[in-house]
């Protein structure tokens, strides 16, 4: 997970694939235990010093390698215009950090995502230390979407992405599954997202409405994720069909992804994410038909 976040907390996350706790930095969380407290809510939050997120931030992650190009760490560093104290965490030292160097070697897939509940003081609450951000968790009062944009790849060091786009693995698929017609007419693709550095990515939804899209494309470079809605980044979109070939399978060892994120209004039992996951590897369509997969 690179992150986990809502206006109050933010965590970034290694796990391998069955590795469901991982290991994780940022800020906030706790019930009976204590979330990671690498910032403080006066650093990171509605006002915050250093990132204040009533207005957009951007999120930086890179993945340094060793002499023989296995993953090292897994480095997040917000920052915001006008700010001048980045907030930045390194995870290292993980124990699977082997699986996880190795799935990004062979590309994994971006995904984003906003849900809610009632139940996430794993991620926000105030921690039996009493220093996190939430006492209770709202979910009915979340904001209708969030947004990311501005996406781009370098090498790290770099600030501008000028690398060729990458060329996806190949795999076997199985057949891919069509999904039924519903009303409100054909399902649609949500558009094409331009990656710096990399090229154009397409956008597939988990669901195909007839109507109103779970997430939109604003000018090739912002998504607008709305609540409930998750979605992935692939070489091409086929409305109404799954397939695990058209997803992405980005090798991101020894690169930054840099990207923008907006999560005003998004409060406390509110998630904002965006990971990476092994989808094109994966041959079973999963119960929702999409090939997706994560930790657990």
Avoid at 71 to 90: D, F, I, Y
Wanted: aromatic share 8%.
């Amino acid at each position: 997970d690179i992150m986990e976040a809502n206006q109050y907390a933010w965590h970034s996350t290694l796990h391998s694939a069955h590795d469901h706790n991982g290991q994780g930095k940022g800020y906030g969380g706790g019930s009976n235990f204590n979330g990671p407290r690498d910032w403080s809510g006066s650093q990171y939050g509605r006002g915050g010093s250093c990132i204040d997120t009533n207005k957009p931030f951007e999120v930086a992650v890179s993945f340094p390698t060793d002499a023989q190009g296995n993953m090292q760490a897994m480095e997040v560093t917000l920052t915001q215009n006008g700010k001048s104290c980045p907030l930045s965490v390194r995870i290292d030292g993980y124990p699977g950090m082997a699986q996880v160097s190795a799935a990004l070697k062979e590309g994994m897939t971006p995904v984003m995502s906003y849900w809610s509940s009632d139940d996430m003081l794993w991620m926000d609450g105030k921690g039996s230390d009493g220093q996190g951000p939430c006492a209770q968790d709202d979910a009915a009062a979340c904001s209708d979407s969030v947004s990311f944009s501005d996406f781009s790849v370098t090498e790290i060091g770099s600030e501008t992405g000028q690398q060729q786009p990458q060329q996806p693995q190949t795999t076997t698929a199985l057949a891919a599954p069509v999904l039924p017609q519903g009303k409100g007419g054909a399902a649609r693709c949500p558009g094409d997202i331009s990656v710096l550095g990399f090229g154009d990515a397409s956008i597939i939804p988990t669901g195909w409405p007839r109507d109103n899209l779970p997430i939109d494309v604003l000018q090739s470079s912002q998504l607008v994720t709305h609540m409930g809605a998750r979605g992935y980044f692939a070489s091409t979109c086929t409305a109404g069909t799954y397939s695990n070939e058209q997803y992405l399978a980005l090798n991101l060892l020894g690169k930054t992804l840099r990207f923008t994120t907006d999560v005003s209004g998004a409060g406390c039992g509110c998630n904002a994410a965006f990971y990476l996951a092994s989808m094109r590897q994966n041959n079973e369509p999963s119960t929702c038909y999409d090939y997706y997969c994560d930790a657990n």
